[in-house]
Structure formats: C-alpha cells, structure tokens
C-alpha cells in the first residue's frame, strides 16, 4: 500500500498511484498544476473579475439577459448567483431537472431567485427517457452514471444560450474544492456516442428529447463564441464560510454532502459507488480541501469514520429509488453484484470502431493486446 503523506488518498483509491522522493502523491500535483494555471489572488483577480464583468455587462447592455448560470442549489451555483448579483449582472438562472430533486434543493432554488430577483427556467427532462438511460448504465456496470445528468446540463445550458442570444455562461467549477479526483472515478461528460452505445446495448426507449452533445451542438457552441466564466476562482473560497454566508443571506440549507441537493447523487455517491467499484468521493473531496488549506489532514481522517450515509436515511432512499426505477430490491441486489466494466468497454466519440464499424470484429484482439501490454485506451 502506498500512502500520500499530504492529502488522504492511497493506492486502494487509485492503483497507479505515484509518489515523489517527498511521498507526496500525483494527484497532490495535479491540484498543485491546476491552483497555479486558474487560481488568481490580490489585484490580479480583482482586475481579471472587473474585466471580465465590464466585457458582460457590456455584451448584456442591448439583450435581456447578460449572462446564463446553471443552478442546482448546491453551494457552488448558489454562490455563483449571489455574487452575480453583487456584481450587477442580469443573469437567466436555469435548472435542470432530472426528477430526482430533493425537496430542501427546491426551497433552496425558490429563495435564491426570488430574494436575488433573477428569472429562473427550469428544463424538465422527459423522465421516461433518461429513466430508461439511468437503467442502461446500471446493467452496464459503468462507474460514471453521472454522466447523464452532466451531459445533459452542457446540453441544455447551451441550447438555452443559444435561443436567448447569451454568450457568457457563469460556472461553479473551482479548484479549491475539486481539484483533485482520480481519473478512474469519472469518464468524459461530454461523450454522446458512449452514451448511444450503453443505451444501445441495454436500453429500451427511443431517445427523442435527450439533449444531446452531438456534432451540431458543438460546432456551435466552437463557432458561436459561447465562453464558461469559473469566477469563483478568483475568489477567496472556504467552503464553510461559504455556507454561513448562504444561509444568512438566501436562507439557503445545507444538503450534508456535496453534490446532494439531488437524491440520487446522495445514493450514487453514498451507496452505489462505495458498494459496488469501491469508491468513496468523499476522499477526493477532503483532499482538495486539504491541498486548498481549507481543513487538515487529521481533521480529514475524523470526517472519514462517519459513514457515507446515515443508516435510516440509505434505506428510506434506497426505497425511493427502486420504486422510482421500477426495480425490485433482487433485481438492483443482481445488478449490484454484477462485476465492473469500462466506458471503453463500448464505443466512445474517436473510437476507430466507432468511425470504421468494419474493424469492430477485431476489438476482442484490441482488447487483449491493451490488456497485455498496458496500451492506453483510446478506442
């Protein structure tokens, strides 16, 4: 077992886990690599922020809206529209709504927009699709289920961008609290043909309204100019402090975990994750925090004796879940069991059986050499 004397990961989280001659892991780096390239502090930051809010408002000045921010509830986006508004910015806040919101993620979303005056469209999936595509990646026994929501949330923000005419959209992504997360653990959001491919193999519906990160979506998100502002890199960013503000200004709520203000990524991260690819995100979470100052190594390995998930919360949403899937607790218990398989198990975007379907029969060779040669997956 190798162990990274700064942050909490080891080599059970990641196998190619690698240590310098100061035991200090790659992805302590990576963090390290991204802080230096996005983060901005002093009166850099402050002369980027201002730049950069004059170049929107400037653009806004004739339109109805200057700026688009996707909003979940969650810390991040929350904050995001707070400072937007501090900011002056006359901002579309949209949500997307996957059917698995929580009922605190809808209060906090309702007291955001409405003491903070922004319009708000909320994009509601057709639930029978992306039910049917949250069955597919289960029976696939893919790792990055998330995938999903995340594609369609690129989708839908820049389908809305592009039918209001805005061009700047205001994003949560930060360093300081995502910074770190093995590569292993997620797959490209942005991959619609991998998607086809896992629905295919295992779905049922006919994909109608999904909105798609196809070819089309983006050449025009490449020619129409759209741009993704992260401002809260230029921010000073605790996240506890963060909190305090929200709940004393928008009497916003805290979910208890990140990313929980949706039911399922509570039990996705919390359960499904764990259980079944042992993967616990909240490693990768603390770890930013660490590398960002933000908490300490000991007060990290405190946080981890708590379990994932609260006992009788696990099974009042487990229950939840299965009844809204439509499974039986034997038919997700045979899917739990089920062992893991790679995205790249089945098509991606690039893949040359994906573009050249005439060398498909020759994937199993191509499998067996990777695997024997440790060829890196790109097909």
């Given amino acids: 077992?190798?162990?990274?004397?700064?942050?909490?990961?080891?080599?059970?989280?990641?196998?190619?886990?690698?240590?310098?001659?100061?035991?200090?892991?790659?992805?302590?780096?990576?963090?390290?690599?991204?802080?230096?390239?996005?983060?901005?502090?002093?009166?850099?930051?402050?002369?980027?922020?201002?730049k950069t809010v004059a170049e929107i408002k400037a653009y806004g000045s004739s339109r109805k809206y200057?700026?688009?921010?996707?909003?979940?509830?969650?810390?991040?986006?929350?904050?995001?529209?707070?400072?937007?508004?501090?900011?002056?910015?006359?901002?579309?806040?949209?949500?997307?709504?996957?059917?698995?919101?929580?009922?605190?993620a809808v209060m906090n979303i309702h007291n955001i927009v409405n003491k903070l005056?922004?319009?708000?469209?909320?994009?509601?999936?057709?639930?029978?699709?992306?039910k049917d595509l949250q069955l597919a990646y289960l029976k696939a026994s893919v790792i990055d289920i998330e995938v999903l929501t995340d594609h369609a949330i690129y989708g839908t923000m820049f389908k809305i961008a592009r039918d209001n005419d805005i061009k700047y959209v205001l994003g949560g992504h930060n360093v300081v609290t995502e910074g770190i997360l093995p590569y292993h653990w997620t797959y490209n959001k942005k991959d619609y043909i991998n998607i086809k491919a896992i629905h295919k193999a295992f779905g049922q519906k006919k994909?109608?309204?999904?909105?798609?990160?196809?070819?089309?979506?983006?050449?025009?998100?490449?020619?129409?100019?759209?741009?993704?502002?992260?401002?809260?890199?230029w921010l000073p960013y605790v996240k506890d402090d963060i909190k305090k503000l929200l709940q004393k200004e928008l009497d916003w709520r805290d979910y208890?975990?990140?990313?929980?203000?949706?039911?399922?990524?509570?039990?996705?991260?919390g359960y499904i994750l764990p259980v079944k690819f042992g993967v616990d995100k909240r490693k990768a979470h603390l770890s930013s925090l660490i590398c960002s100052g933000q908490i300490t190594k000991e007060q990290a390995f405190e946080e981890m004796k708590m379990p994932p998930y609260d006992a009788e919360l696990l099974k009042v949403d487990k229950e939840f879940v299965l009844k809204k899937l439509g499974l039986t607790a034997e038919e997700f218990d045979a899917i739990m069991k089920q062992p893991a398989r790679s995205h790249w198990d089945f098509d991606t975007e690039g893949s040359m059986f994906h573009y050249y379907p005439i060398l498909k029969p020759?994937?199993?060779?191509?499998?067996?050499?990777?695997?024997?040669?440790?060829?890196?997956?790109?097909s």
């Fill in 256 to 269: 208890g975990g990140k990313h929980y203000e949706s039911i399922w990524t509570r039990f996705y991260q």
């Fill in 66 to 104: 200057d700026c688009l921010i996707g909003l979940s509830g969650g810390v991040d986006s929350s904050y995001v529209a707070y400072k937007a508004k501090e900011l002056g910015l006359n901002a579309l806040c949209v949500h997307f709504d996957n059917g698995w919101n929580s009922e605190m």
């Fill in 362 to 378: 020759l994937r199993p060779l191509w499998e067996m050499f990777k695997s024997v040669t440790g060829a890196r997956k790109a």
């Fill in 207 to 233: 994909l109608v309204t999904f909105p798609f990160l196809d070819k089309k979506m983006k050449r025009f998100i490449k020619e129409s100019g759209v741009e993704f502002v992260n401002y809260l890199n």
């Fill in 117 to 130: 005056g922004f319009d708000l469209y909320t994009y509601v999936i057709d639930w029978e699709e992306f």
């Fill in 1 to 50: 077992m190798l162990y990274c004397k700064r942050c909490i990961l080891d080599s059970s989280d990641d196998p190619n886990l690698v240590l310098d001659e100061n035991g200090v892991c790659n992805h302590c780096h990576y963090y390290d690599n991204e802080a230096r390239l996005f983060l901005k502090t002093g009166s850099e930051a402050e002369a980027l922020l201002k």
